[in-house]
């Protein structure tokens, strides 16, 4: 008797010794080595970046030549002065624009750069005695008697950071220099709205993300012409001869990219990294028929029938229509026989002269005027990067394009749109990266993708300091590096669906596994505690 109980109780120690074991060891070690790997993640910054409100910072200069201002003005010059100003894209999202001006008297040097023949002139020699630093804008306040300006002129805006304002008769009737000042403001505003941010153009770089009023058609329509916000773009060239058999067509591509299109590249380089290459494709095909008018002698093509001559290759043409013309919706001729597709690309046709003498050999060899062709290609890719021409005031005279194609102030309305269009793509993309990783607990968040995140946290994050600061190119280089992050977290292919599975589909895999060894061992357990609830009766039946 005595030895069947201690038979009977070294088999409880035992089932309690193994229950122990899996449930104190075994299961914690299956949980810890089954869990999805989650690294850390800065969940409160992030959630910040929903809240963000972003402010542009812009330093202003004015410089007042000699004869503008009085000496008893002068003696309360230099003075620096601030105005903010608020603008709301839509209810949850404020912009401020701050503008940070500084008045000045002009040096010696700059009075000798004023006294040139010509305002291009003067232009060029301010820009060589000092280079304004990006984003911002200095304004030269000259006489109403200076003959750097046409008389139906009062600012000239010129390749640079530099704008030239007349100072008006009837400015100078104020007696102190905050009247004065008082005078000028409306228009350095108008200078402003022209060289530097406006609210058009970042309404238009958040136009994808942001609900905007359906009376602002012009944000909306430059929106949608623009290229999206890339770290590179990839440029090619296409010569489509329909008919090799009659024309042997020769460019110098090479030379005229050189020529027209590289010195803008160049100057975009701090904007975004760019290929080039060109092809020439032969017998190609219309995608549309066009229409003959008999008082032209010509083929036309209207605006309606252009967008079914593009496809996600290129367009095109076929031998028979030539010549053939685009006619614009009032039915008119576009001088230059060319139109663009929105974020795609743009198409010229060039006519040939289709009437050879007899004795014409064929296939004939015909050189193609690059320059007529690259300007076209020029103006359709200033339109495509999104360097838009603003409507001037009256007044204005704004130089035309140098040999570069876009102004310093072009390139600073470009730097600042993209800047705020990057901040605002990479804040989506974390923050959706951010509530998918929460929402889904399986997926496995890898160090990679921490570090990713990380970073594009920590690079917006200077972006919009930067932009607040006023150090645009800072911005724009912060700004795309947090794009680059954002990106490669969000499209990591550790975060496939198929490399992680729901809590039901690992017990279902396990169960079966862990079933068999745990029955026992339950029902073990389950007849120690009946014996010991049996026993604990008999002791009170013997009590009582």
Same mark, same amino acid.
């Given at each position: 008797?005595?030895?069947?109980?201690?038979?009977?109780?070294?088999?409880?120690?035992?089932?309690?010794?193994?229950?122990?074991?899996?449930?104190?060891?075994?299961?914690?070690?299956?949980?810890?080595?089954? &869990?999805?790997?989650?690294?850390? %993640?800065? !969940?409160?910054? *992030?959630? =910040?970046? /929903?809240? @963000?409100?972003? #402010?542009?910072?812009?330093?202003?200069?004015?410089?007042?030549?000699?004869?503008?201002?009085?000496?008893?003005?002068?003696?309360?010059?230099?003075?620096?002065?601030?105005?903010?100003?608020?603008?709301?894209?839509?209810?949850?999202?404020?912009?401020?624009?701050?503008?940070?001006?500084?008045?000045?008297?002009?040096?010696?040097?700059?009075?000798?750069?004023?006294?040139?023949?010509?305002?291009?002139?003067?232009?060029?020699?301010?820009?060589?005695?000092? &280079?304004?630093?990006?984003?911002? %804008?200095? !304004?030269?306040? *000259?006489? =109403?008697? /200076?003959? @750097?300006?046409? #008389?139906?002129?009062?600012?000239?805006?010129?390749?640079?950071?530099?704008?030239?304002?007349?100072?008006?008769?009837?400015?100078?009737?104020?007696?102190?220099?905050?009247?004065?000042?008082?005078?000028?403001?409306?228009?350095?505003?108008?200078?402003?709205?022209?060289?530097?941010?406006?609210?058009?153009?970042?309404?238009?770089?958040?136009?994808?993300?942001?609900?905007?009023?359906?009376?602002?058609?012009?944000?909306?329509?430059?929106?949608?012409?623009?290229?999206?916000?890339?770290?590179?773009?990839?440029?090619?060239?296409?010569?489509?001869?329909?008919?090799?058999?009659?024309?042997?067509?020769?460019?110098?591509?090479?030379?005229?990219?050189?020529?027209?299109?590289?010195?803008?590249?160049?100057?975009?380089?701090?904007?975004?990294?760019?290929?080039?290459?060109?092809?020439?494709?032969?017998?190609?095909?219309?995608?549309?028929?066009?229409?003959?008018?008999?008082?032209?002698?010509?083929?036309?093509?209207?605006?309606?029938?252009?967008?079914?001559?593009?496809?996600?290759?290129?367009?095109?043409?076929?031998?028979?229509?030539?010549?053939?013309?685009?006619?614009?919706?009032?039915?008119?001729?576009?001088?230059?026989?060319?139109?663009?597709?929105?974020?795609?690309?743009?198409?010229?046709?060039?006519?040939?002269?289709?009437?050879?003498?007899?004795?014409?050999?064929?296939?004939?060899?015909?050189?193609?005027?690059?320059?007529?062709?690259?300007?076209?290609?020029?103006?359709?890719?200033?339109?495509?990067?999104?360097?838009?021409?603003?409507?001037?005031?009256?007044?204005?005279?704004?130089?035309?394009?140098?040999?570069?194609?876009?102004?310093?102030?072009?390139?600073?309305?470009?730097?600042?749109?993209?800047?705020?269009?990057?901040?605002?793509?990479?804040?989506?993309?974390?923050?959706?990266?951010?509530?998918?990783?929460?929402?889904?607990?399986?997926?496995?968040?890898?160090?990679?993708?921490?570090?990713?995140?990380?970073?594009?946290?920590?690079?917006?994050?200077?972006?919009?300091?930067?932009?607040?600061?006023?150090?645009?190119?800072?911005?724009?280089?912060?700004?795309?590096?947090?794009?680059?992050?954002?990106?490669?977290?969000?499209?990591?292919?550790?975060?496939?669906?198929?490399?992680?599975?729901?809590?039901?589909?690992?017990?279902?895999?396990?169960?079966?596994?862990?079933?068999?060894?745990?029955?026992?061992?339950?029902?073990?357990?389950?007849?120690?505690?009946?014996?010991?609830?049996?026993?604990?009766?008999?002791?009170?039946?013997?009590?009582?």
């Amino acid at each position: 008797m005595a030895t069947t109980e201690v038979e009977r109780r070294r088999g409880q120690l035992a089932a309690l010794s193994i229950a122990v074991v899996v449930i104190v060891v075994g299961v914690p070690l299956w949980w810890k080595t089954t &869990e999805t790997y989650r690294a850390w %993640l800065p !969940v409160s910054q *992030i959630n =910040e970046l /929903s809240n @963000l409100q972003l #402010q542009l910072s812009a330093d202003v200069e004015v410089v007042f030549a000699r004869g503008t201002v009085t000496p008893e003005q002068q003696k309360k010059v230099p003075l620096t002065r601030t105005q903010d100003e608020e603008h709301s894209v839509d209810e949850d999202t404020a912009l401020r624009y701050r503008y940070e001006t500084r008045y000045r008297t002009a040096t010696i040097m700059e009075e000798d750069a004023l006294d040139q023949p010509t305002a291009a002139e003067a232009d060029l020699s301010l820009h060589t005695l000092s &280079e304004s630093p990006c984003g911002s %804008l200095v !304004v030269y306040v *000259i006489p =109403e008697s /200076s003959s @750097l300006l046409p #008389q139906d002129v009062d600012v000239y805006i010129g390749q640079r950071r530099t704008a030239l304002l007349r100072i008006g008769g009837q400015i100078r009737v104020g007696k102190t220099l905050d009247l004065l000042l008082a005078h000028l403001e409306p228009r350095i505003k108008q200078v402003l709205q022209v060289m530097s941010f406006s609210h058009t153009d970042i309404t238009a770089a958040l136009s994808d993300r942001v609900r905007l009023s359906p009376g602002n058609k012009e944000s909306i329509a430059d929106s949608m012409r623009t290229f999206k916000s890339s770290p590179g773009y990839e440029i090619t060239f296409s010569l489509l001869n329909p008919d090799p058999k009659s024309h042997r067509l020769h460019w110098d591509i090479e030379g005229a990219v050189q020529t027209y299109i590289q010195p803008l590249l160049t100057k975009l380089a701090s904007v975004a990294n760019f290929s080039i290459d060109s092809q020439t494709l032969y017998y190609a095909m219309l995608g549309v028929n066009p229409r003959f008018d008999s008082s032209l002698g010509a083929y036309t093509l209207s605006p309606d029938s252009l967008a079914h001559m593009i496809n996600p290759v290129e367009a095109r043409l076929d031998a028979q229509h030539s010549p053939l013309h685009i006619h614009d919706s009032k039915k008119q001729e576009v001088p230059t026989n060319a139109f663009h597709s929105p974020r795609w690309g743009g198409i010229m046709v060039y006519n040939v002269d289709g009437f050879y003498g007899p004795e014409a050999v064929f296939p004939v060899d015909l050189n193609i005027n690059m320059a007529k062709v690259m300007g076209v290609f020029l103006a359709q890719l200033r339109l495509l990067l999104g360097v838009q021409s603003p409507n001037a005031p009256s007044g204005f005279l704004v130089a035309p394009c140098s040999r570069t194609g876009l102004a310093d102030w072009e390139l600073d309305r470009l730097m600042w749109s993209r800047s705020v269009e990057n901040v605002a793509t990479a804040t989506t993309t974390i923050t959706s990266l951010a509530q998918l990783l929460d929402q889904i607990g399986n997926i496995v968040i890898n160090d990679n993708i921490a570090e990713q995140v990380s970073s594009a946290v920590t690079s917006l994050q200077l972006a919009v300091a930067e932009l607040e600061a006023g150090n645009l190119r800072f911005a724009l280089q912060y700004s795309k590096e947090a794009i680059l992050a954002s990106e490669r977290a969000f499209f990591d292919p550790s975060l496939l669906h198929l490399l992680y599975f729901p809590d039901d589909q690992k017990f279902a895999i396990y169960i079966p596994l862990f079933l068999p060894m745990c029955v026992p061992i339950l029902l073990s357990l389950l007849k120690i505690v009946s014996d010991a609830r049996q026993k604990r009766r008999e002791k009170q039946a013997k009590k009582d």
